[in-house]
């Protein structure tokens, strides 16, 4: 009777459960997205020339992986249930795309909503999210960003678990991002169920406007960055806060964009760049691929930084890396110039969350500068610098 009894309780902790595929996301997801600079502009011709373009340009090299369409690929259902895409615009069906993005040694990524019509008035997922699953593990899907639009009376948690089970059920390791916008703070219960989840509604590219759409209304950089700050003990390998995708290349001056860049790199988010990568600037470019930004966002321990000060527009972000290094990013969130003069003597940075302080009274950091590359000195003297309006200083700081 015992026996039966604790079989039971068994099978009742497990099916309470959602299940996650072991080792996905261990730093934060990388790759290029559709939706902020084509919207529901999509097609298998366009997605393949970015597959091209991410291998040629050397963003592939320096990590971007994963090639994910947005909303707007849908066809219909057919009389099954099952979906199929526009066939004008993937006239080849999503397979033979995957196949191709594959082929490049990318990944393929796709969307889809928990509610009965996406974002974009497209079939969503409610009510087919097995079926679902299964043709996106037969097309080679490797990624799902699963969207929140038209959810009437679903239960947040109960949703991302039904998809996340679909997924694990079909047997194909795909990662989950959820896009729930942080209305019920994801970060407190999703980190069995997805491997990243958005933190803020939709980014735009500017560095702190607010967009009004009447019902919603989309964010500048500073904004979606502000969500971020009591945020990062929810941060690991694994799952992710994600303040929304990339807009460098989108608008923004280059300054902008370099601090944007800088600033997620800061806080561990995953790195989906949005813009067409066919025909960006070299600055763009420069940005999207160094690869010593890179390696702030992507060290191993996934710790997510915090501003560790703040006056007068003048912001010190912090973040913990591994061998004892540490990423450090000024950031000059006003219009005008400001002249730094940081003495690190007095300087004492607490980081309460992993019981790391970094203090330079003993010994003395070298100071690497991220953007600039190269050397600057150390520690031992004052970092003496001009800052111009909306940019950054991007350091890195390691005992040798
Ligand atoms: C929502 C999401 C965006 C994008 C669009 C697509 O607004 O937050 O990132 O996926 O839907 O319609």
Redesign the pocket.
């Known amino acids: 009777m015992k026996k039966i009894f604790s079989g039971i309780l068994l099978i009742i902790t497990i099916s309470a459960y959602s299940q996650k595929f072991d080792r996905l996301a261990q730093t934060p997801p990388m790759g290029w ?1 559709s ?2 600079k084509f ?2 502009d999509v097609s298998e011709n366009m997605i393949k020339e970015i597959a091209d373009a991410l291998v040629s340009s050397g963003m592939k090299d320096a990590g971007y992986e994963y090639i994910i369409v ?3 690929w849908h066809g219909k259902r057919d009389s099954l249930g099952f979906i199929h895409p526009d066939p004008t615009r993937f006239p080849s069906g999503i397979k033979a795309l995957a196949d191709y993005i594959h082929s490049k040694g990318l990944k393929f990524g796709i ?1 889809s ?1 928990a509610g009965s019509q ?3 008035g497209r079939p969503g997922s409610r009510g087919h999210e097995y079926q679902d699953a299964i043709i996106y593990a037969k097309w080679g899907v490797d990624y799902l ?1 699963y ?3 038209n959810t009437d009376n679903i239960n947040p948690k109960g949703a991302y678990t039904t998809i996340s089970n679909a997924l694990f059920a079909a047997g194909r390791p795909v990662i989950l991002s959820m ?1 729930e ?1 942080g209305t019920s703070k994801p970060w407190e219960w999703a980190a069995d169920i997805g491997y990243l989840w ?1 933190t803020t ?3 735009y590219p500017c560095f702190d406007c607010v967009v009004n759409h009447g019902n919603y209304s989309d964010w500048g950089v500073l904004r979606n960055l502000n969500k971020q700050k009591d945020l990062r003990q929810y941060a690991g390998p694994g799952h992710w806060n994600d303040p ?2 990339l807009e460098v290349g989108n608008g923004m001056n280059v300054n902008e964009d370099r601090a944007h860049f800088s600033l997620w790199c800061i806080v561990a988010a995953p790195m989906i760049a949005g813009n067409d990568v066919r025909q960006m600037s070299q600055q763009t470019h420069d940005i999207l691929t160094n690869r010593e930004a890179i390696a702030i966002d992507q060290d191993s321990l996934g710790i997510q930084g915090f501003q560790f000060s703040n006056t007068d527009s003048l912001e010190l972000w912090v973040k913990p890396l591994k061998n004892d290094a540490w990423a450090l990013c000024f950031l000059n969130r006003s219009n005008t110039l400001k002249k730094i003069n940081y003495n690190w003597k007095n300087i004492v940075i607490n980081d309460s969350l992993i019981h790391k302080v970094l203090r330079f009274d003993a010994g003395k950091y070298k100071i690497h500068n991220i953007w600039t590359k190269t050397d600057q000195g150390s520690t031992a003297k004052p970092l003496v610098a001009d800052l111009p309006g909306h940019d950054v200083i991007f350091i890195r700081l390691s005992l040798n």
Request: net charge negative.
């Open positions: 997205n939706w902020n919207g529901c947005d909303d707007c969307y909503d996406t974002c974009g960003k969207d929140w639009c896009c916008w958005r509604g939709d980014i929304d995708m």
